[in-house]
């Protein structure tokens, strides 16, 4: 069970939950200076703030890198680094947080279902909150370099590839909202504005028809 020393022998901390990118910034913000407490108001004013704070404080109870009463912990000192030694010192912080977790589980062998389920049974997550605790799991193992399963690493990969795929089709929308207009062959385009009307090429007859429309539309407006 991950804890700090300060924490009582009876209370069960959970693993973290919520955003991985709440966990990208706090490596971000450790190193930017020495820290003697980190606590929910210092991570609302340079991580994220609200309800989100507190989950945030508790991951990092649960990792033991601070003490209930925001006390960092050598192991948050540890990590102040980059590189290799990083990863290593990261890897011991993993280890011993999740150490339930890793007997229980034998992650090179292990498929997603197993991790999912294991964090909604033994720590009664519903499942977006396993889900969210599983991908800060992964997040942090692989920053640790620690190995799990083909599996584990294609339901990563293939939820990447599945974000990647909408961001391009929404790139793919904003670019043909934004882009000029092609006119297709044997059509006159006429545009001023955001008013486009389409004719036939040299078709006087529908040229005519469409004035004819417009002007229908104007006279009801001004009925």
Do not use: C
């Not at 090179?108 to 889900?131: D, I």
């Amino acid at each position: 069970m991950g804890s700090s020393e300060s924490d009582t022998a009876t209370e069960k901390l959970k693993p973290p939950y919520g955003n991985v990118v709440w966990y990208e910034k706090f490596f971000e913000l450790i190193r930017s200076k020495s820290w003697e407490k980190i606590d929910t108001a210092i991570i609302g004013a340079n991580i994220i703030g609200g309800p989100n704070a507190t989950m945030l404080f508790n991951g990092l109870r649960f990792l033991g890198l601070v003490e209930n009463n925001g006390k960092t912990t050598p192991k948050l000192e540890s990590l102040r680094v980059k590189g290799e030694e990083f990863r290593q010192n990261l890897k011991k912080v993993v280890e011993e947080a999740y150490a339930d977790f890793l007997r229980t589980v034998a992650l090179e062998q292990a498929k997603p279902e197993y991790v999912l389920n294991y964090f909604m049974k033994s720590y009664g997550y519903g499942e977006a909150a396993a889900q969210q605790a599983m991908k800060i799991f992964f997040y942090l193992a692989q920053e640790a370099s620690i190995p799990f399963s083909n599996e584990l690493v294609s339901a990563k990969v293939e939820k990447l590839s599945k974000s990647k795929s909408l961001a391009e089709g929404r790139k793919r929308e904003t670019e043909a909202s934004t882009s000029p207009l092609k006119t297709p062959e044997g059509i006159h385009l006429l545009k001023d504005g955001d008013i486009t009307i389409w004719l036939p090429e040299g078709d006087k007859k529908a040229a005519i028809k469409a004035k004819d429309l417009i002007d229908y539309y104007i006279k009801h407006l001004e009925e």
